[in-house]
């Protein structure tokens, strides 16, 4: 039933068992009921306050960006293998984390890997990519995914932007890709991996010099798109993996600026960083 139909008041003096007739107990009931149908309605989540949490529904697998059948699904855990203890051993906010399964050799196509995106195309919408400011997430590596591709075999943040170059005045479109350094710990949680000082960035078009080839720190690739044209803008933001090397691991506490990200079962709840 849409949520229109829900909102009801009386008049001063009114009380709903005078109003309906109905007992105390029913008339709690119905207000309850009320409540979770208002919390379905699309969007009047994305305001619900938990704490110093809010909680956005507009995460999820970017299906355009997705090839094969990967996974990245909001779960609980992981929490540490065998024999870890302490905080490492728990995703670092809430209980859960974002869970990612991507194969190398599983499709037709050439690289036969898989490829995901787990983001928001709705509300980093128009943001400027200059505006970014602090960047990062914290990942549960595992010695086989090292096994699998080397120690730098890890997830990716992505962003999708319109460029803006005045040397490509026809391109709207790149991907701002991190690439992480090797995780500093394996077969539990690591800590805050800042990707405005670790690891290298490149866009995948090639609109400037920050190319795969020619890797470019966060500074460097920021001062490539600001050439005194129009600021480039973001379009999207997304955590991924592939097309390259089988990964099975998760990521917690994406960070985007004063935003930090805490991936759970239930959804994805929005934390201010300290």
């Known amino acids: ?3 229109r139909f829900w909102p009801f008041s009386y008049p001063e003096g009114v009380s709903v068992n005078a109003r309906f007739g109905v007992s105390r ?9 009320a409540a979770i149908v208002a919390s379905t309605v699309p969007g009047s989540a ?5 704490g110093n949490r809010s909680r956005s529904e507009h995460w999820g697998v970017i299906t355009r960006n997705t090839i094969g059948s990967p996974v990245a699904a909001l779960r609980d855990g992981p929490f540490g293998s065998f024999g870890v203890q302490g905080p490492s051993a728990r995703p670092p906010y809430g209980r859960g984390s974002l869970g990612i399964e991507v194969a190398d050799d599983s499709t037709s196509l050439n690289p036969p890997s898989e490829k995901v995106d787990f983001g928001n195309e709705v509300d980093f919408f128009g943001d400027p990519v200059l505006g970014l400011k602090k960047v990062g997430f914290r ?10 591709g080397g120690p730098e075999n890890m997830p990716n943040i992505r962003f999708e932007i319109d460029p803006n170059v005045s040397a490509h005045p026809a391109d709207n479109y790149s991907t701002m890709v991190w690439v992480p350094d090797a995780a500093p710990v394996t077969d539990r ?4 991996i800042d990707a405005t000082t670790t690891g290298y960035w490149y866009l995948s078009g090639n609109e400037t010099s920050c190319t795969q080839a020619a890797r470019c720190t966060f500074a460097q690739l920021k001062a490539s798109l600001n050439d005194g044209g129009a600021q480039p803008t973001i379009y999207t933001a997304a955590v991924g993996k592939g097309r390259d090397f089988m990964w099975i691991g998760a990521v917690d506490g994406l960070r985007i600026n004063q935003n ?8 994805v709840k929005t934390r201010r960083a300290g």
């Open 1 to 3: 039933m849409p949520a």
């Open 25 to 33: 107990a029913k008339a709690l009931a119905v207000a309850a009921l």
């Open 46 to 50: 994305s305001a619900a306050a938990d």
């Open 139 to 148: 990942v549960f590596q595992t010695n086989e995914n090292i096994g699998y």
């Open 189 to 192: 949680w690591s800590p805050f």
């Open 260 to 267: 930090i990200y805490d991936f759970e079962v239930d959804g």
